[in-house]
């Protein structure tokens, strides 16, 4: 896989018009920030939520394999 | 890459684990499938490892793998999975204050009935902190169309919040 080759091009939704995306009306500056507030406030509770221990055994597993591999490598050699 | 170099890189991709999760579950609005958008990104990750270039933002390559990988998961299965059960809304920790933690609860679910666009831009700008450049770069858009996407998306909610988003009339 390669990270360039993985995207996926235009738009998430197919919707690569570009008068699709025409602008609309700007936000009232303080109604901007109170919403940035409110959008940080909750995603920060996403970030901060317990982690499942299920990732770090799988980059355990996933280190202990290509040491593994590497280790095959060079017995081989 | 040498042992100490994948050492190095595997306690990194521990570090984006948290930041990975959140932005799953903001564009998934479900957290098992959350949980397999991540796991399946850090699978990848460690197989491409000696793709990424050292010194290059690590976060924002994860955050594209998980992306892709998710867009193209719907277009396989042609459906998308809502916060039909308020997942975002029910992360919320208690506040002290009951009516300020209602505005978030409220906030939460008006951010999940926005579209995927909409909801991955303005994660990427307005929570994470990219700039429209690297946030274009990673939807795979113009910076034109990413921050109409975040106006948009900050219009909708200020609607949804019952805020007054005409500005006064210039004369």
């Keep these: ?77 | 890459m040498t042992p100490s170099v994948e050492r190095a890189f595997r306690a990194d991709l521990e570090k984006c684990v948290p930041n990975l999760l959140a932005f799953a579950r903001s564009l998934s609005g479900n957290p098992d499938r959350a949980n397999d958008l991540v796991q399946e990104t850090l699978i990848r990750a460690w197989i491409n490892r000696d793709r990424f270039v050292e010194g290059t933002n690590l976060k924002a390559w994860l955050f594209t793998v998980l992306r892709n990988f998710y867009i193209s998961e719907l277009r396989k299965r042609k459906y998308e999975v809502a916060d039909q059960d308020g997942v975002i809304a029910a992360s919320i920790g208690a506040e002290g204050n009951q009516s300020a933690h209602m505005d978030l609860v409220d906030f939460a679910k008006a951010f999940q009935s926005l579209p995927l666009e909409q909801r991955e831009a303005l994660t990427l700008v307005g929570a994470e902190g990219f700039a429209y450049e690297e946030a274009a770069l990673m939807c795979g858009c113009a910076v034109g169309t990413l921050k109409s996407r975040v106006n948009r998306a900050r219009n909708r909610l200020a609607q949804l919040l019952g805020h007054d988003v005409n500005e006064p009339a210039s004369v």
């Design chain 1, 1 to 77: 896989m390669s990270n360039k080759q993985e995207f996926v091009g235009k738009d998430a939704t197919g919707d690569a018009s570009p008068l699709g995306e025409a602008n609309s009306a700007p936000v009232p500056a303080e109604v901007q920030e109170l919403i940035g507030r409110q959008l940080r406030r909750v995603y920060s509770g996403l970030v901060e939520a317990r982690i499942p221990d299920d990732f770090t055994t799988l980059l355990d597993r996933l280190s202990a394999a290509s040491a593994g591999t590497k280790g095959n490598t060079e017995q081989d050699t």
